[in-house]
């Protein structure tokens, strides 16, 4: 096991030898950081309302500024945080305990379990992500579970695919075939040999798929279907700041810029564990149809 | 002689970026003159084809060139790109080692033939069409007018290879350079491409620059040979002189190590430690760490021997260049034994494995429904045997089933039909479970050592995997065996904890024949286990191999395409055609009289290690490529390429049995020895 | 050729079939009843106990499938609760703004994105190629929602060039008004899809040049112009055309942001109306006809792919 930790701190230096990274993960560190303490980061109430002072622009007081019923900007974007990586996680969490066993096992076995399984995969393919998610809100209601869910059930094909992608390649490979000459299982070589080896992919996709979760949660908050106020979200803050363009352009702005620089900064993780972990310059091929979240 | 057509003088090329800058070539010098073809030698990372892409400016921009390289009256090195790109096709054509990648797949093979005349104007669009056929008509394909329309994929090996030929010669280029021309085809069909080459080369009087690591090929074809090692050139020479009388212990070395299909050493010599790497260059010359002549000498550790004159057209780069003529002369003459006297002892007693009818049939499938319209017969009644402590080797070109066999013995692919017996017991019809205690002591060696170890477990933790997997570690003796198995392949204990990709290929390839050992087995079957190594570290695991099995008492099923390596390590060898055994015998009575006329092309058609032999060998160059599995020809699936096939080949399918008077079983309705039937009919030569 | 595309859509039935079966089973699995997904709450007992025959509430639940496919493939997706019209006008009224919208933006992401692909693969690890990829990853990073939030404020709050809200105005009955309408909204999906362009060619260009058949185009004496612009590009694309054809088809309903934010009247909003108001018909057409449109784009895609690659043999 010794080597595995030698193998983390290897990859964790030559991740941090890079500078977008390193600034990436120092912002993701901070922005969770905050969301974690925000009771103590920042001073005001999330939800309580002050109508004596609505749509304050950015002062010392308010850094950026107040909205339409008086809370503080800045502390709504705080807490949003924790709502954004609480969906996100969650959403991965989900994608991937369902769509890694279900490459795993299309990969390996092949036959008519990958046909079945695969065919599967295809349906919730078969609308864009953003719509799947909507239809699936629209049958369970909404509610921040709700969100959590379809955001999730949407990642379990990017997680199916590239794991039956990693599996199959292996699978040419003769250090496979040798344990089966060896005697070994099926579970066993599965388990112990072409799991271990398909990390990398699936931790690139994890990080991939992670920003990913945030953008949909934030898109359908945006678009009135997400988690349901008064529940700080980006997303929502977004949605109600469009409508006050004119008096409090901040209003809009500011949040999206935190938004952004979190999908920025997960987006830069991601390609850059793809290059250290894989070797590879860019994630094309696999990454470029599940991204279709516009 | 007339002037050269190419001129290279104190050649230098560095690869810069990346940590500190590696030398690939570090001074080469050499002339090529018209008409001639010279033969560079070398292993991997000698700096071969660094050289050929300098001369064509084809290096990517990493690379740092130094020196002269003169082509006809253009210094190449301070030739500005647009003179460069004139010169490619025009007066140097370039032939890859792959055709499976050399050409573009979404572009016609006629298109791509005349295109570089069409870029220099040399004709005109409207003609290349007739200019293409003409070109495929001149290397000999087929139907050059339909095949003129076809995309790459639509070509065999061969006949994009030999494409690849009409292309490189399409603009009459003063100077051809081949790299490994022929590394990726199978023997009969390198046979066909090095005699297009040849006749293409005789027609225009281009130089040619033949680039290779096989030997056998340099005196097949060459005139003159550079041997090349550490980014040097350390011997050159006419191609007799080189073999025949070499005078740098390297061109010794590889003569030595290499396994030969003209006579039978009982031990090859191989040469120790590993090619240089070339950022890691030894001090002085750079072959002292591995000479056998050097002794340690000082001179050897700190000065790099220049080439000079040893005869009158023959250098070597060599302090001691005059002793290494003893050194040959010690040991070639009594080493070499004529192979009919090597014969060990037939092994007697029941047969360890006994295959019969062995047939692994693949599906077909076709259709809207994707039903099975077919069988692709990969494996089709394969029928062998081997004893306790026997060899037996199992040759075929690509595609005639012989790793399938292989898989199918060791249960990692279902066979269709037919029996398989290992140790008594019967084996096809176990469950998995009891199939995998089955076949504990039937263990497999796969062929590329870079794929067949887990990159992420330490190198000690795969060695004792099958140990786990089958709960024995603590039984069979836990660390101490893991340490008795390194010692036994030649390993320090003190790698245990390292992972594959810090060892080269020749060290992994002895971790996994480690592994294989781990469970005690009595049968190996080894799958090419030495075609993915140079010769020098093909020589060392040849010998592990035969040191292990005098030791444990091994069998081995040993398949392989090269019929050199075969003969070498075998008892008996088995020839496999199109899924099928088309012969079988004692090695020495293959080798030497064999009956069917599979075997006789085949035979023919492996390059000797020998430029004698050029004039005095009969060559049978085969026609035609393997057939389609899925579609075997009618009656005996030989007949369309066999030069002895009658009407009754056509219909009727031979039977495999004992030729009288041989120990020897063929499937041909006109088996003969060569002599006695050959010449009767269109066998050129 | 035919043998392929008929083997491709069996392939796709049981997915249509799945998938529709699971809008099917959506207005059982919404609280209330059924016939209140369907009606609406405000219905007279008339009106459900037409539904109730309608759908027929009292068969077995594959019959009521079986009826509820069968009118759908014969295009009766039923009418909406809110507006009483059938659920097909609604949404044919909608999809030429859809397209307009999907097509043009497919438009500005290739004008963005293909020039930065081919720059960046000419001098990768140059400081022009680190440029052009951190703006690829920012056209991927920033959220649409947000980008066309900026641009309004740019646009029109500030320059007051452009309308913040669009409605549809056809191109061929209004180029100008269209460009006003269409401009923005194109805009921002255009920056997003250009990320994706930019990136999946550059990957593919890089991928290309560094393969065998290059070298030999190159020795064969080609310029660097036509080894790079016929040989490479020409097997770069192939697999490129599939992601734009992707990318369109995900267009089919995948723009339901960017409506939002433009107020852009697409097939996108009259979704998120329909969730709004619970008009569950409505929900239900809306889903399906994206999801048959989606697959058919796919497969179209596919075989399309099939057709320009000489080396699938499609039998």
């Given amino acids: 096991m010794s080597g595995g930790v030698q193998r983390s701190l290897d990859l964790a230096r030559r991740v941090f030898a890079r500078k977008g990274a390193l600034l990436s993960i120092l912002y993701l560190a901070a922005i969770a950081l905050v969301a974690m303490l925000a009771r103590w980061v920042v001073p005001f109430d999330p939800v309580a309302q002050n109508l004596m002072s609505t749509l304050e622009p950015p002062s010392t007081a308010h850094w950026f500024g107040t909205d339409e019923l008086g809370r503080d900007i800045m502390t709504r974007v705080v807490y949003g945080a924790r709502t954004s990586l609480l969906t996100a996680s969650g959403a991965v969490i989900i994608a991937g305990t369902i769509g890694v066993p279900v490459g795993l096992v299309a990969g390996f076995f092949g036959g008519w379990r990958d046909a079945v399984l695969m065919r599967i995969v295809d349906v919730l393919l078969s609308l864009p992500g953003i719509l799947f998610a909507m239809a699936l809100i629209a049958v369970l209601g909404r509610s921040q579970l709700a969100a959590l869910v379809a955001v999730g059930i949407t990642g379990i094909p990017s997680f199916a695919r590239i794991t039956r992608a990693q599996v199959l390649s292996l699978r040419k490979r003769d250090f496979v075939m040798a344990v089966e000459a060896l005697g070994g299982s099926s579970a066993y070589n599965m388990f112990r040999t072409v799991l271990p080896n398909s990390w990398s992919p699936i931790l690139v996709q994890i990080v991939i798929l992670s920003s990913i979760a945030i953008l949909l949660e934030a898109a359908l908050a945006f678009l009135g279907v997400g988690i349901p106020p008064p529940t700080p979200s980006w997303g929502e803050m977004l949605r109600t700041g469009k409508s006050y363009l004119y008096d409090a352009p901040y209003y809009a702005v500011l949040p999206g810029i935190v938004l952004t620089l979190t999908i920025l900064s997960l987006d830069t993780l991601g390609r850059t564990l793809a290059w250290v972990l894989e070797d590879r310059h860019e994630l094309a091929e696999e990454a470029a149809p599940d991204r279709m979240v516009p | ?685 | 050729m035919t043998g392929y595309i008929i083997r491709r859509i069996l392939q796709l039935l049981p997915v249509l079939l799945i998938a529709s079966a699971g809008i099917w089973a959506m207005i059982y699995a919404v609280p209330g009843t059924p016939i209140g997904a369907i009606v609406g709450e405000n219905a007279t007992p008339e009106q459900i106990q037409a539904a109730i025959q309608r759908v027929g509430l009292d068969q077995p639940v594959l019959v009521q499938f079986w009826a509820w496919l069968k009118s759908a493939v014969l295009g009766d997706l039923g009418r909406s609760i809110h507006s009483r019209d059938p659920v097909l006008d609604l949404i044919m009224l909608r999809v030429p703004a859809t397209l307009q919208l999907g097509l043009s933006a497919t438009l500005v992401g290739l004008i963005l994105g293909i020039p930065v692909a081919v720059i960046s693969a000419l001098y990768p690890g140059s400081w022009i190629d680190r440029s052009l990829s951190g703006w690829s990853a920012l056209a991927l990073g920033v959220p649409t929602f947000w980008l066309g939030i900026l641009l309004i404020l740019l646009f029109a709050v500030q320059l007051r060039w452009l309308p913040s809200a669009s409605t549809y105005v056809s191109v061929f009955d209004s180029p100008l008004g269209a460009l006003r309408n269409t401009f923005l909204p194109a805009l921002t999906l255009g920056v997003y899809v250009s990320g994706i362009f930019a990136r999946f060619l550059r990957a593919s260009l890089l991928s290309e040049l560094k393969a065998d058949y290059v070298r030999t185009a190159r020795s064969k004496g080609l310029k660097e112009r036509d080894v790079v612009g016929r040989h490479v590009l020409r097997n770069a694309l192939l697999p490129f055309v599939t992601v734009v054809g992707l990318m369109m088809a995900a267009f089919i309903g995948g723009t339901v942001v960017t409506e939002a934010v433009f107020t852009y009247p697409g097939i996108g909003r009259l979704l998120i109306q329909a969730i709004n108001q619970r008009d569950y018909p409505l929900i239900q057409g809306v889903i399906l006809f994206v999801l048959v449109a989606h697959v058919l784009i796919n497969l179209m895609v596919d075989v399309l792919y099939a057709y320009i690659d000489p080396r699938i043999d499609y039998s």
Avoid at chain 2, 13 to 37: K, L, M, Q, W
Avoid at chain 2, 315 to 321: D, L, N, R
Avoid at chain 2, 411 to 434: H, N
Avoid at chain 2, 644 to 661: H, K, S
């Fill in chain 2, 1 to 685: 002689m007339s002037e050269p057509v190419l001129s290279v003088r104190g050649l230098e090329v560095t690869f810069i970026g990346g940590g500190r800058p590696v030398p690939a070539v570090r001074g080469v010098d050499f002339d090529v003159y018209p008409n001639e073809v010279l033969g560079i030698v070398g292993e991997s990372g000698s700096g071969k084809s660094v050289t050929s892409l300098a001369i064509t400016g084809l290096l990517p921009d990493t690379a740092r060139v130094k020196g002269s390289i003169r082509l006809g009256d253009v210094e190449m090195t301070e030739a500005d790109r647009e003179i460069l790109r004139q010169m490619r096709g025009q007066d140097v054509g370039m032939i890859f080692q792959d055709p499976a990648t050399t050409l573009n797949p979404v572009f016609t093979v006629g298109r791509q033939v005349t295109e570089g005349q069409v870029a220099h104007g040399q004709i005109q669009a409207l003609r290349a069409r007739e200019r293409s056929i003409e070109l495929l008509r001149e290397v000999d394909i087929p139907d050059p007018d339909g095949r003129v329309l076809q995309y790459p994929h639509q070509f065999s090996g061969g006949m994009r290879q030999r494409a690849v030929i009409a292309m490189a010669m399409a603009g009459r280029p003063r100077l051809i350079i081949a790299d490994e021309p022929t590394t990726a085809l199978d023997v009969t069909v390198q046979a066909q491409v090095l005699s297009v080459l040849a006749k293409r080369q005789a027609d225009t009087g281009a130089a040619v620059i033949l680039i290779t690591h096989d030997l056998g090929v340099v005196a097949e074809v060459a005139h003159r040979v550079a041997v090349m090692y550490g980014g040097r050139i350390v011997e050159t020479g006419p191609v007799a002189e080189i073999f025949k009388r070499p005078r740098h212990p390297y061109t010794v070395g590889l003569l030595q190590s290499l396994p030969r299909i003209d006579s039978v050493d009982e031990r090859l010599v191989p040469i120790p430690g590993q090619p240089p790497n070339p950022a890691l260059l030894p001090t002085g010359c750079t072959f002292h760490p591995r000479c056998p002549i050097g002794c340690d000498r000082a001179i050897c550790r700190s000065e790099e021997p220049p080439l000079r004159a040893v005869g009158e057209v023959h250098h070597s780069a060599c302090h001691y260049a005059e002793e290494v003529a003893r050194l040959f002369a010690d040991a070639m003459p009594s080493d070499r034994i004529p192979a009919s006297v090597v014969a060990r002892a037939a092994a007697a007693g029941p047969p360890l494995l006994a295959v019969d009818g062995l047939k692994v049939h693949f599906p077909i499938k076709a259709g809207i429904l994707r039903r099975r319209v077919g069988w692709v017969r990969a494996v089709d009644g394969v029928s062998l045997t081997v004893g306790p402590g026997e060899t037996v080797g199992l040759v075929g070109e690509s595609g005639c089933g012989k790793t399938t066999t292989g898989r199918a013995i060791m249960g990692l692919i279902k066979a269709t039909g037919g029996s398989i017996r290992f140790d008594g017991q019967e084996v096809t019809r176990l469950s998995p479970g009891e199939l995998r205690k089955a076949r504990r002591h039937m263990q497999y060696i796969f062929q590329d050592p870079y794929s067949s170890l887990n990159p992420i477990k330490t190198v000690g933790d795969i060695v004792a995997e099958p140990l786990h997997i089958h709960g024995l570690y603590e039984e069979m003796g836990g660390g101490a065996r893991i340490t008795e198995l390194f010692e036994l392949v030649g390993l320090p204990r003190t790698v245990l904890g390292r992972y594959p990709r810090e060892f080269s290929g020749g060290q992994k390839q002895r971790i996994g024949i480690a592994r294989a050992l781990a469970l005690q087995p009595r049968l190996l079957i080894l799958d090419e286990p030495v075609a993915a190594l140079d010769v020098s570290i093909q020589a060392q695991i040849i010998n592990l191999l035969q040191d292990l099995q005098k030791e444990l008492g091994l069998a081995y099923l040993f398949i392989a395409h090269d019929l050199s390596v075969v003969r070498h390590i075998s008892d008996r060898v088995a020839v496999m055609y199109l899924g099928r055994i088309v012969e079988e015998s004692e090695k020495a009575t293959l080798y030497e009289t064999p009956v069917h006329p599979y075997t006789q092309s085949l035979l023919s058609a492996v390059p000797v290690p020998d430029p004698d032999a050029r004039q005095t060998r009969r060559r049978i160059v085969l026609e035609g490529d393997i057939p389609n599995p899925a579609k075997p020809p009618s009656g005996c699936y030989f007949h369309p390429r066999c030069f002895r096939a009658t009407e009754r080949c056509r219909v009727e399918e031979p039977a495999f049995e004992p030729y009288p008077g041989l120990p020897t079983r063929s499937a041909c309705h006109h088996a003969g020895p060569l002599e006695a039937v050959g010449s009767r009919r269109g066998a050129s030569s």
